[in-house]
């Protein structure tokens, strides 16, 4: 297997294993999740990609949440990123679709709004505009490790809150249906997240945070664009341009992703899988979690 730097201190593609490899076999798997643990967001390129190929190799790295509420791929391992219709029409603009898509444009890490949230997501590229729609990541860990120590100090022992609807806000008052907003009410966790394998800390924010505990909302949200901004410097970025049969792999403790637009009239279809967090994570030292009930 080759390991092959891709990225601004992180991230790497992977060459001679692939997908199946690391479904079928334990070596490889061994091989790749002590890459993935290194390097944070892993590439890997002319995969034959099958749903049932996704749910194996996804399933080697831990349990595998169900989407959303109101999502496409509800109550199935797929969260389904496109704006295609069943009927294989575009969404037009303003579309539920097409705003969600703007959404995820924000810079995020998944499911950090959820009990528990994501150790790590796999996107496939199953249908590739033709320009546009790259995925851009920056490395928390690398975030972190450049704040001053006192502000590391102060955040080491912090809580912040995550909401869903928060972030969706940002795009439309309504982009958060109260189906989503019951299903998933804010939740808790703490700012600093621990890699048990090698000890490396990671800064957790994202587009879904909405406060810090024992700060004023104002003051708190301020501090998170602040934190958000130091993170995304374009310096900091690694761009991910998509090609058919390209597959990533990403570490939700330690880094944060958007995507890019691409035209409204071209299609794009991706397919995610979302490995849920456990305490052999990192996911006890997360804790206290609370909710916002």
């Not at 967001?41 to 749903?51: I, K």
Request: include cysteine; aromatic fraction near 8%; proline fraction near 6%.
């Amino acid at each position: 297997m080759e390991v092959i730097p891709l990225g601004p201190g992180f991230a790497a593609e992977i060459r001679g294993v692939g997908l199946s490899e690391v479904a079928e076999h334990d070596s490889a798997y061994r091989a790749v999740r002590a890459a993935f643990e290194e390097h944070s967001v892993l590439v890997f390129r002319d995969q034959q990609v099958t749903d049932t190929l996704q749910v194996a190799f996804s399933r080697r790295f831990g349990p595998l949440e169900t989407a959303k509420a109101a999502s496409r791929g509800e109550g199935t391992p797929f969260s389904i990123l496109t704006n295609v219709e069943p009927d294989g029409s575009l969404v037009p603009p303003g579309h539920k679709e097409e705003l969600r898509a703007r959404a995820n444009q924000l810079w995020h890490t998944d499911s950090c709004f959820k009990i528990p949230p994501a150790l790590a997501s796999v996107l496939s590229a199953r249908t590739v505009a033709r320009t546009g729609g790259e995925t851009e990541f920056v490395s928390m860990r690398l975030t972190w490790e450049r704040l001053p120590a006192d502000l590391r100090k102060r955040l080491d022992s912090a809580y912040a809150w995550h909401d869903y609807a928060h972030s969706r806000g940002k795009i439309a008052p309504h982009l958060a249906s109260e189906r989503e907003r019951a299903t998933m009410p804010a939740v808790c966790w703490r700012m600093r997240w621990r890699n048990p394998v090698n000890g490396r800390d990671a800064l957790y924010i994202a587009s879904h945070t909405c406060g810090i505990e024992g700060m004023e909302r104002a003051e708190a949200l301020q501090l998170i664009d602040e934190l958000t901004g130091l993170a995304t410097r374009p310096e900091h970025v690694y761009q991910h341009r998509w090609r058919d049969g390209d597959v990533i792999m990403w570490d939700n403790r330690a880094t944060l992703h958007r995507g890019r637009p691409w035209p409204l009239d071209e299609p794009r279809y991706m397919i995610r899988t979302t490995i849920s967090a456990t305490d052999a994570d990192g996911l006890a030292e997360m804790w206290p979690q609370r909710s916002a009930a």
